[in-house]
């Protein structure tokens, strides 16, 4: 079953007002899933003195996130398809659902709504430090490698299967609770171990803010190749090649 057009896009895709609207809305809902994760993480370090991790904190974690992201889906749906990570704009990419030039401007949007959640969240806690992304003690990177693009393969996998695939039906209702889902689940799964990150722009604004790039690059690589190999795969597998194309550009 051939792969569904990947389309590159035309240039003035850019400064189309649909894509500078679904660029806005992906700022956004960035920016209220970083800040409102973070934000928790950042709060029980200054209830608990920074004290050392618990099982509460990574509970805490996953609760923040799973909510904070089933808003920020629920959101930018009917604008951008809510899709909040540059891992999920790549799998939507390779499985030929979304251009590279409006690809493009919802990356940069993300990035900047990590960004700005954080220089905000830095300044509302009176510089209290945001907390950067690293590997656990006894973690090596090809463990935490494979480990993001695991998560981040169920993470892809579960947005395709109840938002992208057209024939979801009523099961596209309930995307944005089984995306937060998912993503509450895999950071009880990692978060002790990568920090469970699944997400390029989460990692980004902290890590520019604390400006703390140690092993930074795991999670961009992870979270890419997990949202680009479940976005192949589902697409391939899953969906009817009958489905409409995206056009190519000339």
């Known amino acids: 079953m051939p792969i569904r057009s990947i389309a590159v896009g035309e240039h003035h895709e850019f400064s189309h007002p649909d894509t500078i609207k679904a660029g806005v809305a992906e700022f956004i809902s960035t920016l209220i899933f970083v800040f409102a994760g973070s934000g928790s993480g950042m709060a029980f370090n200054k209830l608990t003195n920074d004290g050392a991790a ?69 300044f509302v806690t009176n510089d209290l430090a945001v907390g950067a992304f690293s590997l656990s003690a006894g973690v090596g990177v090809s463990n935490a490698l494979v480990f993001e693009i695991v998560m981040t393969f169920g993470l892809v996998y579960t947005v395709y299967a109840t938002a992208v695939d057209p024939k979801k039906g009523s099961l596209g209702t309930i995307a944005p609770i089984a995306i937060g889902f998912i993503v509450g689940a895999n950071i009880l799964a990692g978060g002790a171990f990568t920090g469970a990150s699944m997400n390029p722009a989460v990692s980004f604004g902290p ?36 489905h409409a194309h995206l056009p190519t550009s000339a």
Not at 58 to 76: D, E, K, Q, T
């Open 207 to 242: 890590a520019l803010v604390s400006w703390t790039w140690a092993n930074h690059w795991v999670y961009w690589v992870g979270p890419l190749v997990g949202g680009g190999l479940a976005g192949l795969i589902y697409e391939l597998l899953f969906i009817n090649q009958t």
């Open 54 to 122: 618990t099982p509460t904190a990574l509970i805490s974690a996953a609760i923040a996130h799973a909510f904070g992201l089933f808003v920020a889906v629920s959101v930018g749906a009917n604008i951008s398809g809510g899709h909040v990570n540059p891992a999920v704009t790549f799998g939507a990419f390779v499985g030929g659902n979304i251009s590279f030039i409006r690809g493009v401007v919802y990356v940069i949007a993300q990035l900047l709504g990590s960004t700005v959640a954080c220089l905000l969240l830095k």
